[in-house]
């Protein structure tokens, strides 16, 4: 049983847990992932590492609510337990011999960014950060991220922050403006993975981004998290969740990535929450 320490709202449809998993966080590295099941019933998860403390023997999640399983584990409080936390899984990213490096979050990717930026940054890697989301309401982890890096640029969609315009917008003209990366990192929607991926292969940039398809058994048994990178097929859990950018078939990504779309609507409006009704028995 792993117990949660910490829980936090981060936005409307965003929360973060802090779970007591001492194992997991003294190997735990930028890029890895666990899988996690709430209970004997529930359904086995993969969730990339938003951070670690090795001290304290914590892994940290950050999780969208989006279907009947993470409804479920923002039910879950401080001092509740979850009954599997595995890992971690998955090869960590490798950052050897880059010296300027841009690394990109797109939404709840930013999550995932953050540990990337974390450790390039405690490398002396120069670091510019880009994170980007609809709107200043559904912005999350801001502070963390800007002490992790050397710049940060938050942009919104609809520029209610005050700096609109998309994660590409800025990346362009940064590069267009002399900066010199080694490196992009991107990590987030799809879509965004992609038009990133488009935009530095115009200028040469190495690109490595974090493949995040349905995971079952985190071994590559099930094949449930095949891509196809290079026109060969790879499993993300175990030889990603990175790859370089330039090599990933992302139209095919995006079509298998709405495979269980209508199967998750369905499975969250006819989970009941076990307080409704409380109130009234």
């Known amino acids: ?7 936090e ?9 802090e779970v ?24 086995r998860v993969p969730f990339t590492i938003a951070d670690y403390d090795r001290e304290k023997g914590t ?24 009954l599997d936390f595995v890992g971690p899984l998955g090869k960590a990213s490798e950052f050897e011999g880059v010296k300027n490096v841009a ?22 890697v120069r670091v510019d950060m880009i994170n980007g989301f609809r709107n200043k309401d559904i912005i999350i982890i801001e502070e963390e991220c800007r002490a ?19 994660v590409t917008t800025k990346l362009e003209e940064l590069i267009e403006g002399g900066e010199k990366y080694d490196l992009v990192i991107a990590i987030g929607p799809l879509v965004m993975m992609k038009a990133v991926c488009e935009l530095t292969k115009k200028y040469g940039i190495k ?30 859990c175990v030889d990603g969740p990175d790859f370089d950018g330039h090599l990933v078939d992302f139209d095919l990504a995006i079509r298998r990535s ?17 307080m409704e009704g409380m109130n009234n028995a």
């Not at 290079?230 to 499993?235: A, I, L, R, S, V």
């Open 1 to 7: 049983m792993y117990k949660i320490l910490r829980k």
């Open 9 to 17: 709202r981060l936005n409307d449809s965003v929360s973060l847990i």
């Open 20 to 43: 007591e998993a001492p194992y997991i966080a003294k190997k735990a590295e930028p890029g890895q992932f666990i899988i996690l099941r709430i209970d004997e019933e529930g359904e």
């Open 59 to 82: 892994v940290t999640v950050i999780f969208q609510i989006v279907g009947m399983t993470t409804e479920r584990m923002n039910e879950l409080n401080e001092g509740d337990y979850l």
């Open 103 to 124: 690394v990109i979050g797109g939404g709840l990717g930013t999550a995932i960014a953050y540990p990337q930026a974390k450790k390039l940054n405690s490398m002396g």
């Open 148 to 166: 992790a890096c050397t710049n940060l640029y938050t942009m919104t969609d609809d520029g209610s922050n005050g700096n609109k315009g998309f």
């Open 207 to 236: 690109t490595i981004v974090s493949m995040n398809p349905v995971m079952i058994d985190g071994t590559g048994m099930c094949g449930g998290c095949r891509v196809t990178v290079g026109g060969e097929t790879k499993f993300a």
């Open 258 to 274: 709405k495979m269980f779309a209508e199967k998750e609507r369905t499975a969250r409006e006819n989970h009941k929450c076990r």
